[in-house]
T-cell receptor
Framework: GAVVSQHPSRVICKSGTSVKIECRSL??????MFWYRQFPKQSLMLMAT?????????EQGVEKDKFLINHASLTLSTLTVTSAHPEDSSFYIC???????????FGPGTRLTVT | GNSVTQMEGPVTLSEEAFLTINCTYT??????LFWYVQYPGEGLQLLLK?????DKGSNKGFEATYRKETTSFHLEKGSVQVSDSAVYFC????????????FGAGTRLFVKA
């Protein structure tokens, strides 16, 4: 089956620094990737949708200058949390959709803790 | 707007018990409905789906029927196993300037031996 990986799985960073999270589709080409944020005991909230080679589309209320998304290739998307603050601490999940069908495949998530 | 509401967990059952996790949705038009499962330390996996009213999705002994009249998509399994312990997410997907998937809050299931 289609596999999506995320790296790192956990990261701790100091307030004010930036952190990059990678999302890779390992055995298929992902024309579209989605980034979600999940708070404890809450649902996944879509942050942005990115198509390979074009700018990401952000959901209302998501700061595009704070959450930089790059989808430079058909197998890699990155989310950079810039000038992180403790309130950015969360579980970030990426998802990828291939060229055929509309199935979404999810990565295992990245736990970000900002101290 | 579009939303998904599912029963709050955790749900704790003994092995071989019957499982129901309720899910209702609000949406315009005719969304597709999904159940995803997340095992500890892993990403969400598609469990089953239904794309139109009265469709029944099934997989691994789990079933859910798309009920448009009650806007529901309840998940059921006749006899749960310890290995079914996970978090279950109900979701809908519709076109809104692109496919968008909206998730419920998730329901954690614990199955005791």
């Amino acid at each position: 089956g289609a596999v999506v990986s995320q790296h790192p799985s956990r990261v701790i960073c100091k307030s004010g620094t930036s952190v990059k999270i990678e999302c890779r589709s390992l055995d298929f080409q992902a024309t579209t990737m989605f980034w979600y944020r999940q708070f404890p005991k809450q649902s996944l909230m879509l942050m942005a949708t990115s198509n390979e080679g074009s700018k990401a589309t952000y959901e209302q209320g998501v700061e595009k200058d704070k959450f930089l998304i790059n989808h430079a290739s058909l197998t890699l998307s990155t989310l950079t949390v810039t000038s992180a603050h403790p309130e950015d601490s969360s579980f970030y999940i990426c998802s990828a959709r291939g060229t055929s069908g509309d199935e979404q495949y999810f990565g295992p998530g990245t736990r970000l803790t900002v101290t | 707007g579009n939303s998904v509401t599912q029963m709050e967990g955790p749900v704790t059952l003994s092995e071989e018990a019957f499982l129901t996790i309720n899910c209702t949705y609000t949406a315009t038009g005719y969304p597709s409905l999904f159940w995803y499962v997340q095992y500890p330390g892993e990403g969400l996996q598609l469990l089953l789906k239904a794309t139109k009213a009265d469709d029944k999705g099934s997989n691994k002994g789990f079933e859910a029927t798309y009920r448009k009249e009650t806007t529901s998509f309840h998940l059921e399994k006749g006899s749960v196993q310890v290995s079914d312990s996970a978090v279950y997410f109900c979701a809908l997907r519709r076109w809104s300037g692109g496919f968008k998937t909206i998730f419920g809050a998730g329901t954690r299931l614990f199955v005791k031996a």
